[in-house]
């Protein structure tokens, strides 16, 4: 079976730093990309940022130029450190990877973390 656990969200001024973590575990072969998503209340979820296997990234143009998502594959671990935090940016931060299980099954499956609360103080 395979998880994704979050950690890192929290209670922030505006202005300050946050950094995520999304850790996946169970039995798995492959992870391609990863990405965080975001529900804030009245909204739907949107794509935050996403890393692929090969390293490319992309992000919302709310967050380009204060948010950095990075993975260590070794550790099937994705992060995103947010800087420059704003009042809008507050919501509930989720992990979602595509993941292969088998080696000798080409089935790739989608999972989602619980969610980490994120909360900026204006």
């Known amino acids: 079976q395979v998880q994704l656990v979050e950690s890192g969200g929290g209670l922030v001024q505006a202005g300050g730093s946050l950094r995520l973590s999304c850790t996946a575990s169970g039995r798995i072969f492959r992870i391609n990309a990863i990405g965080w998503y975001r529900q804030a209340p009245g909204k739907q979820r949107e794509l935050v940022a996403v890393i692929g296997g090969g390293g490319y990234t992309n992000y919302a143009d709310s967050v380009k130029d204060r948010f950095t998502i990075s993975r260590d594959t070794t550790k099937n671990t994705a992060y995103l450190q947010m800087n420059s935090l704003k009042f809008e940016d507050t919501a509930v931060y989720y992990c979602?990877?595509?993941?292969?299980?088998?080696?000798?099954?080409?089935?790739?499956?989608?999972?989602w973390g619980q969610g980490t609360q994120v909360t900026v103080s204006s």
């Open positions: 979602n990877a595509n993941i292969r299980r088998q080696a000798t099954m080409s089935e790739w499956s989608t999972y």
